[in-house]
């Protein structure tokens, strides 16, 4: 029976690519379903080794199964439809607009699929297929990144390999046994693992095209590699309860039109002051919720620090800023109000003590393509589809100016690094935090609610923020608007999350 199906998928030239693809968008796309996507790339490498003719061939299916994979890693694109936000109310410019964004998105990261499709497909005869299948998968999805870095390069746009949502490492993740392998080296490795593991699978798949001698030892390789993790799984942290360091986070339910109204940042403040006794040693609010928008300068220290009695709390909390040389610094509502000319604008997160007021601030290095800055691409594309909203949008977006280096600050015991956005995404920064500036509490201020409580998004950033927690052994704290929020530990267990339906606030104690 085995056979006969092999030899019915074999003679047709393309189910089997289909089914790998379709496979490989499924765990993409749901993580309820995350065993799919090592299925789907396990049949894509017996596609390239056992079907494909030739090096066009395998370039053509290695297209399909990128642009399937990568597309379903961005599928909450298309979750910004309606654009009413924009005021654009033809059902089919949207559709043109999003679908033109997210294929050029989804075709830029499959070239690299092709590229190593034809890779692939000159070592399918090689005694070492698997090791190197895992090593050239492993540089596809960093061609993934690469390729949208250049389909989204723009003047204030941070080049390099940072956009690693479509990376099918990632649903891993949602095993905590081969979660562990983040500890040494983070997505990079999970995409050797996910790339070594289905390589060995489909050399057993094709056990007739090898020796039995081999088709052992790859058995055993694969054998081995699973074995990896449970070294490197460590318990769950206890509670120190010698000096213990409460947090809490909130998570509120805005539009993206009304996220930025400041009276919701002083009812978020009012209620955890509510909850009372003990007072959290930190609290974190989302993306664009910013203290400085919320109270006036006069108002904001006694304000805050009454509602806590005077204690001295840490509040993690951001807002889009305009610096001119003549007016100083303003704050604004980057979706209201009209750029200041002359003015310099980035997205800043501060680190506010409600005793000594500001202590630090970081400007938001990996900037949001189209929302905070333009890329060279998307113009040109855009403007084809007439409509005035749009055009009136990208002539009304400046860039704001990206930062330069990560900041982390030392809060009672604790080194607390904190990042805004879509910066979570990158594999690097947050990495940059612990590694080179000790932090071991990662804070990520979110704010997706352009993409309207997407499932897809919100599932894909938990995937995520599991991969930073385990890899840089800290607690991660996702502090989003209209999304879940969530706590998670250094061994990538969720503490607690919120629905993201309903305001919310997560407290926990990190030892």
Not at 120 to 130: C, Q, T, W
Not at 288 to 314: P, R
Not at 322 to 336: A, K, M, Q
Request: glycine fraction near 8%; charged fraction near 15%.
């Amino acid at each position: 029976m085995y056979h006969y199906l092999v030899d019915s998928v074999r003679k047709s030239s393309v189910l089997l690519i289909l089914l790998a693809s379709t496979l490989g968008a499924l765990g993409e796309s749901f993580s309820i379903l995350w065993f799919c996507a090592p299925i789907g790339l396990t049949l894509f490498f017996v596609d390239i080794w056992h079907t494909a003719k030739n090096k066009t061939s395998a370039a053509w299916r290695g297209f399909l199964f990128g642009i399937a994979t990568a597309g379903a890693g961005i599928v909450w694109f298309w979750d910004t439809i309606p654009l009413n936000w924009l005021h654009v109310s033809d059902p089919w410019i949207e559709g043109l607009a999003v679908g033109s964004m997210w294929f050029m998105a989804s075709a830029s990261m499959a070239l690299a699929t092709a590229l190593t499709a034809v890779l692939l497909f000159l070592i399918r005869k090689s005694r070492f297929g698997p090791l190197s299948a895992a090593f050239l998968w492993t540089l596809e999805g960093h061609g993934r990144m690469w390729g949208f870095a250049l389909i989204t390069l723009g003047r204030e746009s941070l080049f390099g390999p940072h956009f690693s949502v479509t990376s099918l490492g990632y649903t891993l993740a949602e095993n905590p046994y081969l979660l562990q392998f983040s500890r040494l080296g983070g997505i990079t490795v999970l995409d050797f693992v996910v790339g070594f593991l289905a390589a060995c699978a489909a050399t057993l798949l094709l056990g007739n095209k090898h020796s039995p001698k081999h088709v052992v030892e790859v058995a055993c390789a694969g054998a081995l590699l699973l074995c990896v993790p449970a070294f490197l799984t460590v318990p769950a942290p206890s509670q120190n309860t010698s000096n213990p360091f409460k947090v809490t986070i909130a998570s509120p339910v805005a539009p993206i039109d009304d996220s930025y109204n400041a009276g919701r940042v002083r009812l978020l403040m009012e209620e955890i002051a509510a909850q009372g006794e003990p007072y959290p040693d930190m609290i974190v609010v989302p993306e664009g919720f910013s203290l400085d928008q919320a109270y006036s300068s006069i108002e904001l220290h006694d304000s805050v620090l009454n509602l806590f009695k005077g204690k001295d709390i840490l509040i993690v909390n951001s807002e889009y800023r305009s610096v001119t040389e003549t007016e100083g610094t303003t704050s604004y509502d980057r979706y209201i109000a009209p750029t200041k000319p002359g003015s310099v604008e980035h997205a800043t997160l501060y680190y506010y003590s409600t005793v000594h007021g500001k202590i630090a601030s970081y400007a938001k290095m990996f900037l949001m393509p189209l929302g905070e800055y333009q890329p060279y691409t998307t113009s040109p594309v855009l403007s084809l589809f007439g409509d005035p909203e749009i055009d009136q949008y990208l002539t009304r977006l400046r860039s704001l100016v990206r930062g330069s280096e990560t900041v982390a600050v030392p809060w009672n015991g604790k080194i607390v690094g904190a990042l805004l956005c879509s910066e979570s995404i990158s594999p690097y920064l947050f990495h940059d935090l612990a590694a080179n500036k000790g932090a071991s509490v990662l804070v990520e201020l979110f704010n997706p609610a352009w993409f309207r409580g997407s499932r897809t998004l919100s599932e894909k950033m938990e995937q995520i923020g599991k991969v930073h927690a385990v890899r840089n052994r800290a607690w991660y704290l996702q502090s989003a608007n209209a999304s879940p929020s969530f706590i998670i530990d250094p061994t990538g267990r969720v503490v607690t999350r919120s629905d993201g339906h309903t305001v919310s606030f997560l407290s926990t104690t990190i030892p």
